[in-house]
């Protein structure tokens, strides 16, 4: 019995391994945009959802959102960082391109190393960090809302291989504990 509990320890590592290092360098975090968020909020019905994900190797971010209900068509959209919700903060991801439009979508990546030494300057390692403490947020301006008609604090999403390693390990500890009563009695 005790080389079957071996074995099946094994077999749980084994399949651990490749999800606990497969991912292990991208983080994904989530945004819910509305006019409620603002600091000086204007009233707007606008909304948004914005997605972004960083691979911490490769300094490549890539966001992907939607937006409707704009009071005018879209100025601006950035990152701001570093501040919590509530305060305002420098832009630190100006996204190019983006569309002059009152509802819609936008989605581009970017290569961190080249827009965060701009000014004022702020390192990869307190961008990362201030991302992963919810210091970080989505802003949509337009010519109504020049200061933001909708922002979203960015909260850290925990990543599917965690989950599922997680209930791995929650099942092989329910196991254990039931292999263990049962060898009692």
């Known amino acids: 019995m005790k080389s079957l509990s071996k074995l099946f320890g094994l077999a749980l590592l ?4 490749p999800f606990a290092t497969a991912n292990a360098s991208i983080w994904t975090y989530h945004a819910d945009l509305s006019a409620a968020n603002e600091v000086l909020s204007k009233p707007s019905s606008a909304t948004g959802l914005a ?8 300094m490549m971010l890539t966001i992907s959102m ?17 501040a919590s919700l509530g305060t305002n903060a420098a832009v630190r ?9 009152m509802a819609g979508t936008y989605a581009n990546t970017f290569l961190l190393a080249a827009v ?10 307190d961008f990362l960090s201030a991302l992963n403490n919810g210091l970080a947020y ?8 020049p200061v933001g008609e909708v922002r979203g604090q960015l909260i850290r999403v925990p990543e599917p291989a965690s989950l599922a390693l997680f209930g791995l390990g929650i099942a092989a500890l329910g196991w254990a504990t039931r292999k263990r009563a049962a060898t009692r009695v």
Do not use: E, K, R, Y
């Open 138 to 145: 989505v802003n949509l301006h337009t010519v109504n809302n």
């Open 116 to 125: 965060l030494p701009g000014s004022p300057t702020l390192s990869f390692a």
């Open 66 to 82: 939607s937006f409707t209900g704009l009071t005018a068509p879209a100025a601006a959209g950035h990152i701001h960082c570093c």
């Open 51 to 58: 997605d972004v994900t960083l691979d911490d190797v490769t």
């Open 93 to 101: 991801v100006p996204f190019t391109s983006f569309p002059a439009t």
């Open 14 to 17: 084994a399949a651990a391994v």
